[in-house]
């Protein structure tokens, strides 16, 4: 099992930057896939990003791609997700996953999950 802790989260304005951080505790790998996914009130948990722990392999929805850069820093246990040129849709609480059942951006099968953090962009 893996333990994740996200922070960073906070309040922008209309096409601010946040970055996101995501440390990780326990067993990872190179067979680790690390993800970030959303939840805005009343919808459901939609992916955002993918990134493989042992290789340069991304994933994005259109909706943030170009926008959002998603990372890891081997040395630190640690994942980023950069988020430029936000919009007031980006709002949600964002959620760090992690998973050993290959590149997904399915969020069932994602089985390690951290608590969360509130990104609220303004207009």
């Known amino acids: 099992q893996v333990q994740l802790v996200e922070s960073g989260g906070g309040l922008v304005q209309s096409g601010g930057s946040l970055r996101l951080s995501c440390a990780a505790s326990?067993?990872?790998?190179?067979?680790?896939?690390m993800a970030w996914f959303r939840q805005a009130p009343g919808k459901g948990r939609e992916f955002v990003a993918a990134?493989?722990?042992?290789?340069?392999?991304?994933a994005y929805p259109d909706s943030v791609k170009g926008r959002f850069t998603i990372s890891r820093d081997n040395a630190k246990n640690t994942g980023y997700l950069q988020m430029n040129s936000l919009k007031p849709e980006d709002t949600a609480v964002y959620y760090c996953a992690a998973s050993q059942n290959g590149f997904s951006w399915s969020l069932g099968d994602y089985d390690n999950w951290g608590q969360g953090t509130q990104v609220t962009v303004s207009s």
């Open positions: 990134v493989r722990w042992g290789g340069a392999s991304t």
């Open positions: 326990g067993r990872t790998d190179s067979t680790y896939v």
